[in-house]
């Protein structure tokens, strides 16, 4: 073990020129000179999902993690550029159609229409279940489902360096609001996690938080810091500049601010947890994701890595031993196997509920203890997260095995039960109860305390 001089954990030098950040959207599909190689008629059907679906990829991106001599199969292509697949048959004609005829009115109508139609999370989707003060003051920018954890959105982080395809937190990449919030929004936090001892985790998540430049970020940090929170033991940061900007921990201009605010976290004696969204082992293959992780394990923070299961994108179970190895490898924790949310473009990116089990099982088997931190594939339902623990036989019946991971009702934690064998269902709401019962146990629990449930949040990145 190399013992760790605190002298040494300030970051490489910048590489001479550091490559600056560039975007890239919509427009830019006709201008990209690697798209060149397509058809005209697979650029017009990307331009099409990309007038209704959020788009964003940046150059980092397009220059080191595609294989563009086969651009249409590779994973990070479908991860990051609009597939046709994407909108329904309906949906597209129409949206084509209203392109075509140039009248743009016609054209928003019919964008908005499909949007609506696209059941993007609820609207509400952070002002459900909204945490208050004593003092009744609303905190919006919060989420407190489970006990232990808090969930915060910094206002200034509801965007990311490139959008993943199958994210409809679009909803959320629109308005990003002035620095001015940050204080006060931080000393709400900080009032809430004073009201809740109970509160071990603080998860900053977003979007991606590590779009915010270092300054507002620590603004956030340094106060909780300052607030010296008896119960606070861990801060999480929901991200994935680790994948699509890489260069945030080696060489932008507040690289060493950012550094160092971890490093204060760390020297706190608090945990400092980098909660990173990799969805393929082609995200950590390059130096300078490498030399990322390197600069943020030696501010003594952790890595742990989750990821949801997609059709097309990493839904062989190779595609899942290869990321745990090199995970552990480079030092990272695996943590989650998430499932595909029923929204949007679900019927594209879903796996079903029992293929999702056999790529897990068939792919944590080729690994060593260490990658099997791995939980899942687990599905953020309304009741809470369900894992799906297997498929077992029980008196000449095939059944699926599910386990409350985190639950409403924190009594429910990793209480098992059972759903009837199917191979086609996709979600919680497809399944039925095995052996004849007629609810799940938290539905009957639910009822009985005069809970009708809630829309949920599926926490994509974080
Ligand atoms: C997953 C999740 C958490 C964190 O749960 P852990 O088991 O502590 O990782 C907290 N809040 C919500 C809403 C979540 O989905
Ligand atoms: S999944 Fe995460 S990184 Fe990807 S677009 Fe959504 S919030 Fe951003």
Same mark, same amino acid.
């Given at each position: 073990?190399?013992?760790?001089?605190?002298?040494?954990?300030?970051?490489?030098?910048?590489?001479?020129?550091?490559?600056?950040?560039?975007?890239?959207?919509?427009?830019?599909?006709?201008?990209?000179?690697?798209?060149?190689?397509?058809?005209?008629?697979?650029?017009?059907?990307?331009?099409?999902?990309?007038?209704?679906?959020?788009?964003?990829?940046?150059?980092?991106?397009?220059?080191?993690?595609?294989?563009?001599?086969? !651009?249409?199969?590779?994973?990070?292509?479908?991860?990051?550029?609009?597939?046709?697949?994407?909108?329904?048959?309906?949906?597209?004609?129409?949206?084509?159609?209203?392109?075509?005829?140039?009248?743009?009115?016609?054209?928003?109508?019919?964008?908005?229409?499909?949007?609506?139609?696209?059941?993007?999370?609820? !609207?509400?989707?952070? +002002?459900?279940?909204?945490?208050?003060?004593?003092?009744?003051?609303?905190?919006?920018?919060?989420?407190?489902?489970?006990?232990?954890?808090?969930?915060?959105?910094?206002?200034?982080?509801?965007?990311?360096?490139?959008?993943?395809?199958?994210?409809?937190?679009?909803?959320?990449?629109?308005?990003?609001?002035?620095?001015?919030?940050?204080?006060?929004?931080?000393?709400?936090?900080?009032?809430?996690?004073?009201?809740?001892?109970?509160?071990?985790?603080?998860?900053?998540?977003?979007?991606?938080?590590?779009?915010? &430049?270092?300054?507002?970020?620590? !603004?956030?940090?340094?106060?909780?810091?300052?607030?010296?929170?008896?119960?606070?033991?861990?801060?999480?940061?929901?991200?994935?500049?680790?994948?699509?900007?890489?260069?945030?921990?080696?060489?932008?201009? +507040?690289?060493?601010?950012?550094?160092?605010?971890?490093? &204060?976290?760390?020297?706190?004696?608090?945990?400092?947890?980098?909660?990173?969204?990799?969805?393929?082992?082609?995200?950590?293959?390059?130096?300078?994701?490498?030399?990322?992780?390197?600069?943020?394990?030696?501010?003594?923070?952790?890595?742990?890595?989750?990821?949801?299961?997609?059709?097309?994108?990493?839904?062989?179970?190779? +595609?899942?031993?290869?990321?745990?190895?090199?995970?552990?490898?480079?030092?990272?924790?695996?943590?989650?196997?998430?499932?595909?949310?029923?929204?949007?473009?679900?019927?594209?990116?879903?796996?079903?509920?029992?293929?999702?089990?056999?790529?897990?099982?068939?792919?944590?088997?080729?690994?060593?203890?260490?990658?099997?931190?791995? &939980?899942?594939?687990?599905?953020?339902?309304?009741?809470?997260?369900?894992?799906?623990?297997?498929?077992?036989?029980?008196?000449?019946?095939?059944?699926?095995?599910?386990?409350?991971?985190?639950?409403?009702?924190?009594?429910? !934690?990793?209480?098992?039960?059972?759903?009837?064998?199917?191979?086609?269902?996709?979600?919680?709401?497809?399944?039925?109860?095995?052996?004849?019962?007629?609810?799940?146990?938290?539905?009957?629990?639910?009822?009985?305390?005069?809970?009708?449930?809630?829309?949920?949040?599926?926490?994509?990145?974080?």
């Amino acid at each position: 073990m190399t013992k760790r001089n605190p002298q040494t954990l300030i970051p490489v030098p910048a590489a001479a020129s550091p490559p600056a950040f560039r975007s890239y959207g919509r427009t830019d599909l006709r201008r990209l000179p690697q798209l060149k190689q397509l058809s005209r008629d697979r650029l017009q059907a990307m331009d099409i999902v990309a007038r209704v679906l959020p788009f964003k990829v940046n150059n980092y991106v397009v220059e080191n993690l595609i294989d563009w001599t086969r !651009a249409l199969d590779d994973p990070i292509f479908r991860l990051t550029f609009p597939q046709p697949g994407m909108l329904r048959t309906d949906h597209f004609n129409e949206v084509a159609g209203a392109v075509r005829s140039g009248d743009r009115e016609h054209l928003l109508a019919t964008i908005h229409a499909v949007r609506e139609e696209l059941n993007p999370h609820p !609207a509400g989707q952070k +002002d459900q279940n909204v945490p208050q003060l004593s003092d009744g003051t609303p905190l919006p920018g919060m989420q407190h489902k489970y006990t232990q954890t808090v969930l915060f959105f910094p206002s200034q982080g509801q965007t990311c360096h490139a959008y993943c395809t199958f994210c409809f937190r679009w909803p959320q990449f629109v308005a990003i609001k002035s620095g001015r919030f940050a204080m006060r929004e931080a000393t709400l936090l900080i009032r809430y996690l004073r009201e809740h001892p109970e509160v071990t985790d603080l998860l900053i998540t977003g979007g991606d938080p590590l779009i915010m &430049r270092a300054k507002i970020l620590s !603004a956030y940090v340094d106060a909780v810091l300052k607030a010296d929170l008896p119960g606070l033991q861990t801060i999480r940061i929901g991200t994935k500049a680790l994948s699509y900007w890489p260069h945030r921990f080696v060489s932008d201009p +507040d690289t060493p601010e950012l550094l160092q605010m971890m490093r &204060r976290v760390t020297e706190r004696g608090l945990h400092l947890a980098l909660m990173a969204h990799v969805n393929h082992v082609n995200e950590l293959q390059t130096g300078v994701a490498e030399q990322a992780l390197r600069n943020i394990r030696a501010t003594g923070a952790e890595v742990r890595s989750q990821s949801p299961l997609m059709r097309r994108i990493n839904d062989a179970p190779e +595609d899942w031993t290869t990321l745990w190895q090199r995970q552990v490898r480079l030092g990272m924790v695996p943590y989650y196997m998430f499932l595909a949310r029923d929204t949007g473009a679900q019927h594209h990116f879903a796996v079903p509920l029992v293929r999702a089990w056999e790529i897990y099982s068939e792919a944590i088997r080729k690994t060593s203890g260490l990658a099997r931190t791995a &939980r899942g594939p687990s599905m953020s339902s309304a009741p809470g997260k369900i894992e799906i623990s297997g498929v077992a036989r029980v008196r000449d019946q095939r059944v699926l095995v599910l386990r409350m991971l985190q639950g409403r009702n924190p009594d429910w !934690a990793y209480r098992p039960f059972f759903a009837e064998y199917d191979e086609r269902a996709l979600w919680l709401d497809d399944l039925r109860p095995a052996f004849g019962e007629r609810e799940f146990f938290f539905e009957r629990e639910a009822v009985a305390a005069g809970d009708e449930g809630d829309e949920f949040e599926a926490v994509a990145a974080a």
